[in-house]
């Protein structure tokens, strides 16, 4: 909403800034922990303004980010709180998988994701409402393409293919497979 500010690290994918800036919103850079790579927590609280709606955070190269620290923080100050789990499948924070801290966490398929299906993501969520949101905004289904749309929001082309879906089950399927050998990888 033009104002609206978001709190993330500026240790990330690029391409979280552009998305935060093409929801209409200004992305503010906080430091991370130098050790895990993720966003501090007591750094993002010095960021925190009248203006700032949401944190992102990352579990950054598979390290998870101080998730209890960061849900309290967005609890004292009603803002929303959203997981990128891209960097980290497989990883756990205090015995949870990761994917299960944020309001929402995002897990993009695209290289050099561990599950990589060449293009795609996914968005969890146990919020019912974001969920019917984020489907209708997904995309508009051929049988649609005659109605007429009386929105604000428009549906976007944002789905990926059945047979790349099909791609990421079958890897999904054998991610601690997939996991172990890029463990190996990063110990040679």
């Given at each position: 909403?033009?104002?609206?500010?978001?709190?993330?690290?500026?240790?990330s994918?690029?391409?979280?800034a552009r998305?935060?800036?093409l929801a209409?919103?200004?992305?503010?850079?906080?430091?991370i922990?130098?050790w895990a790579?993720?966003?501090?927590?007591?750094?993002?609280?010095a960021k925190?303004?009248?203006?700032?709606?949401?944190?992102?955070?990352?579990?950054?190269?598979?390290h998870p980010?101080?998730w209890g620290?960061?849900?309290?923080?967005?609890?004292q100050?009603g803002?929303?709180?959203i997981?990128d789990s891209?960097?980290?499948?497989?990883?756990?924070y205090k015995g949870?998988r990761?994917?299960?801290?944020?309001d929402c966490a995002i897990f993009?398929?695209?290289?050099?994701?561990?599950?990589?299906?060449?293009?795609g993501?996914?968005?969890?969520?146990?919020?019912?409402?974001f969920?019917r949101?984020?489907?209708y905004?997904?995309d508009?289904?051929?049988?649609?393409?005659?109605?007429?749309?009386i929105s604000?929001l428009?549906?976007?082309n944002a789905?990926?293919?059945e047979?790349?879906?099909?791609l990421?089950?079958?890897q999904?399927?054998?991610?601690?497979e997939i996991?172990?050998?890029?463990r190996?990888v990063?110990q040679?």
């Amino acid at each position: 909403k033009g104002e609206d500010e978001v709190i993330t690290s500026g240790h990330s994918w690029h391409q979280i800034a552009r998305g935060i800036s093409l929801a209409g919103a200004t992305p503010v850079f906080a430091d991370i922990d130098y050790w895990a790579g993720t966003l501090a927590a007591d750094k993002a609280a010095a960021k925190i303004t009248h203006k700032t709606r949401v944190i992102v955070a990352g579990n950054t190269n598979g390290h998870p980010a101080d998730w209890g620290a960061l849900r309290v923080l967005a609890e004292q100050h009603g803002l929303h709180l959203i997981e990128d789990s891209t960097e980290a499948i497989g990883s756990r924070y205090k015995g949870t998988r990761v994917g299960n801290f944020g309001d929402c966490a995002i897990f993009d398929f695209s290289q050099p994701s561990a599950l990589c299906c060449g293009e795609g993501a996914m968005i969890v969520t146990d919020d019912l409402d974001f969920a019917r949101k984020l489907r209708y905004l997904r995309d508009r289904q051929p049988e649609q393409r005659y109605s007429i749309s009386i929105s604000s929001l428009l549906p976007l082309n944002a789905r990926i293919s059945e047979v790349t879906a099909a791609l990421g089950i079958a890897q999904l399927q054998r991610i601690d497979e997939i996991i172990a050998k890029r463990r190996q990888v990063t110990q040679w």
